[in-house]
């Protein structure tokens, strides 16, 4: 019966096991590169998911052997939550939500726990069972506008302390100037969200084990966040000092490496350092803590508590336990039902022939010529169907065109602006407007940003497909593609994004972009389905 859970769970979660897999490792799927490069490579914040259910797993199997834990099932609220939690995964399948699926995960093991084992072994487990939230990848659009602050944060912070320590250096958005023509990019690796996610997994993992009780183990896993800043600073300082001393090419290669590691070994030593401050601070004024060991008053002392582990392991075969099986054979059919279409990665070539070679507009005949994003932005979009083109013309300026397409994945489409900024670029402007296609057929609700990049100002307008329909609303978009789905109609969704510079006045920008904007709606319709 055990194994029959087991293997229900994992065929329940398979598809979301997955998806975690390639947010964890974005290059996994390079099979072309080494087992280094695919576990490195990207852009990811969750490189220690994998380890969070291990560690959950062998405190589970410690707390097992060495407390005492009784057999008082609660049949009732452990069928509602295990009920619950179904039905979450199942919406969060059908809507294509990892995240959620993610989450039911931990409630169908709590009710589980709840509907075999009872309250009491509920309480005992209850850390290596939320643990596992570590595991699962928020969604980067919740995260990105703390991703960036956390950047210029981290960017800041170390170039004022690489000016106290003698080094001439300057913060420019997330690059960092140095003497000598030397420029450091302070990249998405570097801006303390993956050490700030990782650190908060080891803090509470520090804080639940140490020898402090009650509020003070709160706040000491709250302070694992100065923590992670604190020692992802430290990291940026010595990257710059690095550069300033050697290379660049020595900063970002060798001892990018090796000093993320030594961030753990700083984060652990401040945790340590923190704890015994604490300890110590008690004592002086008078209110020592009281150290007791880890669970010192449930530890399995008596003869009877030898049969704990056959007890547990016979609780399943009851009743109670193959109605958890045929709930969890449900689900399996449920979500494995939901997601039999889903590829991990969209490659058509729907975007890369929407429009053609050469257009004309406002009188002005365009040609172009094509630009590749670079692997690791399509890794990210989970979709390698994109147009990234240029239109051209004597006397013009250039006009660029972006298009991100899939047939059935929303992840395939960011908001511009949260990359703009993320990527260092002022946003001075954002406005809605409507662009109008040529054949006067349609109106189109569209987006512009106006962005201040070094010296020279941009103009970006843009829209979200979502169907048969476009909308200026990323979480419009979203919500259409998930009720298109739902209903068996058209589910593709697509960012179109025109850019260009501003010459002259953005009212010229803004009136060229959506004259280039509304010759290709024509097309898009045609094409983009």
Known sequence: MWLLLVAALIAAFAHNFGEMWIRWFPRWHHGELGLYERITGGQSYYTHGPLVPLVSLLIGILLVRHTRIRVRPRR??????LI????MHLVGSLARVN?????????????????????EALRRLWFPVAFLL???PLPEVTISNFNFNLKMLAASWGVSLANMLGVTAERVGNRVLLDGDKSLVIANVCNGLRTLISLLAFGALYAYACQLRGLWRLGLFAASLGVALVSNTVRVVSLIVVADIWSVESAVGWYHDTSGILVFVLALLLMFGLERLVLWARKAVGRPAEVTPLFADVRRRRPEDDEQASRL???VVSPRGSVAVLLMAAAVGGAMWMNRSIPPYWNTKAAEGALPRSLDVGGTLMYSHDIDLDQQTKDILETGDCLNRVYLAPGVADMGFCIIFSRDNRKGTHPPDLCLAGAGEGILAQNDLT????DGRREVPCRELIVQAGQQRQYYLYTYKCGDSYTSSF???????????????NSSGALIRVSTNVVTTVEDARQRSMQLLGV???????KLK
């Open 313 to 315: 392991w016979r609780a």
């Open 134 to 136: 570590f595991m699962v």
């Open 76 to 81: 009732a609220v452990g069928l509602a939550v």
């Open 435 to 438: 662009a109008k296609s040529t």
């Open 99 to 119: 995240f959620v699926s993610g989450f039911a995960l931990i409630g169908m093991v709590m009710g589980l726990i709840l509907l075999v084992w009872g309250a």
């Open 475 to 489: 979480l419009r978009q979203q919500f259409a593609i998930f009720l298109n789905g739902l209903l068996d109609r």
């Open 84 to 87: 619950l939690a179904i039905l």
């Open 520 to 526: 290709a709606i024509p097309h898009l319709d045609e």
